[in-house]
């Protein structure tokens, strides 16, 4: 049934077979119109008319899955893929690794399984609703047609899930796939599930910090899933990644598109001021990563976490990478934390299958840690003396075990006295905010950018950075 072949010619482009499934087909057909609706309401807001050079995915073998033209946002193709896969899959994790992966959704599984499934579903709609009205201060066309693309993919992203919430998991499946498009980023009354996603994204500053670090976690979470051993989420999950690379690029080089132009205005400015230039000062970066890096270390989960340790005993979700460990099993083994006790941070050991949220978030951080040192090249690079860092693991949490105390940003206890007194030097604040949006005016002209960022070294898909990425006026 799975095949590379893709059915385009169906209303719902799909490798996944739907043409031989009418039950599901019509059940998803249904759900099309709904999701159409959620997108006219919650997607970008005032685009729907403006031809956007989109990619879109066409087929799963990895040269040549993407297509690449000009097309209204509301006539995307949104389809359903699965990574075909050669050999048999195996349950890649725990007390089962090695035997036969799971075609079908084991009884005892069903509710965690589940659980999982909504709560990565749920993010796809909510970073678009974050996002939606990002189009009307774009810096220029090249940015606005990749925060498109990224919105167009996370809708697709949802759509993965949705087909397997219908797929394996009748009568609550179809509640659950419809709940997803009930809930709102924000709303205090239906908000999003996990904490990040309830954020306010308004500026472009926030937009490359969420695709940089709250993107980053989705990387992380689906090569987790992709580890996983019931076989449909792995397959699908890992198409997933091929999408997200290019999330991923969008924030890392929007970032340091940024912070190369900031250290080009300091330098202009009598004063190093870069403010007064109109950019983006170094605090206020510094302010903004130390804001976005804890919120998405918080999606990892607890410290130490017994969901985390079934999810990895029962081979639902795996390590980073769990197939090219030696080990799968993760018995008898500890992991070293530093815990809040007495009002003191000491060492304490878990088990380590307790500890697989903080082994996850640990491939995380050091993925950060690359992209920072790249960042710091670029100012080196430009002459500027200013260096970037990631905050502390501990500082500025909301979930797991640092929650409940107060960091400063090198990760030591502070009094709540003096968060008070010091946190929005810290992390970003209302009046960060005011002032980014203030600078940020939309520039639609093809091949102009925004005084604040610096354009890229290259445009999409060999075209030039002058290209028409959106068409304003057709
Ligand atoms: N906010 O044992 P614990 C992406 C809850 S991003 C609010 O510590 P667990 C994307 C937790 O649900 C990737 N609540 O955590 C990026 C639990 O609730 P209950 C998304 C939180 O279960 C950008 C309680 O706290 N994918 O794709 O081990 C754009 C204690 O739970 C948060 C996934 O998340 C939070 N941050 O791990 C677009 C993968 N953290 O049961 C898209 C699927 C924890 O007490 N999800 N809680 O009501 C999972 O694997 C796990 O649910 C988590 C949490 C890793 C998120
Ligand atoms: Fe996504
Ligand atoms: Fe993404």
Not at 35 to 58: C, N, Q, S
Not at 236 to 257: I, K, N, P, Y
Not at 416 to 444: C, F, Q
Request: proline fraction near 5%.
């Amino acid at each position: 049934m799975l095949s590379n072949s893709v059915d385009l010619n169906s209303k719902i482009p799909n490798n996944v077979g739907l043409a031989d499934d009418p039950k599901l087909l019509r059940a998803l057909e249904k759900w099309l119109p709904n999701y159409l609706e959620w997108w006219h309401d919650m997607g970008p807001t005032d685009f729907e008319d403006k031809p956007v050079y989109l990619r879109t995915a066409i087929s799963v073998d990895t040269d040549g899955w993407a297509n690449y033209g000009h097309v209204r946002m509301p006539d995307y193709r949104w389809g359903i893929f699965l990574n075909p896969r050669q050999e048999e899959s195996t349950i890649r994790c725990g007390d089962d690794a090695g035997k036969p992966a799971w075609t079908e959704v084991p009884g005892e599984h069903r509710n965690a399984l589940r659980r999982i499934i909504v709560t990565q579903a749920d993010t796809e709609p909510a970073s678009v609703e974050q996002q939606r009205l990002l189009g009307h201060i774009a810096p220029s066309l090249y940015d606005m047609r990749n925060l498109f693309q990224v919105n167009v993919e996370e809708g697709r992203h949802l759509w993965a899930m949705v087909y397997l919430l219908h797929k394996y998991f009748g009568r609550d499946g179809r509640d659950e796939a419809d709940e997803l498009l009930l809930r709102r980023s924000g709303d205090p009354d239906k908000p999003r599930i996990l904490g990040a996603f309830n954020q306010p994204c308004d500026h472009w500053l926030s937009f490359f910090a969420f695709t940089m670090f709250t993107d980053r976690d989705g990387k992380y979470q689906l090569a987790a899933l992709a580890q996983s051993g019931f076989d449909p989420l792995a397959r699908s999950t890992e198409f997933m990644l091929t999408e997200e690379a290019h999330h991923l690029f969008v924030g890392e080089t929007g970032l340091d598109r940024i912070i190369k132009r900031s250290a080009e205005l300091e330098k202009i400015d009598p004063n190093g001021d870069v403010r007064n230039q109109g950019g983006i000062d170094f605090d206020l970066i510094q302010r903004t990563i130390n804001y976005w890096f804890t919120y998405s270390l918080d999606l990892f989960g607890g410290e130490i976490s017994s969901n985390a340790a079934d999810f990895f005993a029962t081979g639902l979700k795996g390590r980073y990478r769990e197939d090219r460990l030696d080990e799968h099993r993760a018995l008898g083994q500890s992991y070293r934390l530093q815990v809040v006790d007495g009002g003191r941070l000491v060492e304490r050991d878990v088990p380590l299958r307790n500890a697989m949220n903080e082994v996850l978030r640990d491939s995380y951080i050091k993925d950060c840690e690359r992209a920072l040192r790249k960042w710091n090249r670029t100012l080196e690079e430009s002459g500027s003396p200013n260096r970037l860092t990631l905050p502390s693991r501990r500082f500025h949490r909301h979930q797991g075990i640092y929650a409940d105390h107060k960091f400063d940003p090198a990760g030591n206890l502070v009094s709540g006295e003096t968060w008070e007194k010091e946190h929005h030097r810290w992390v970003l604040t209302p009046a960060d905010n005011a002032y980014l949006l203030s600078i940020m005016k939309p520039v639609y002209e093809p091949g102009k950018f925004a005084n604040w960022i610096a354009p890229p070294s290259r445009g999409i898909e060999g075209q030039p950075v002058e290209f028409e990425y959106v068409k304003m006026h057709d």
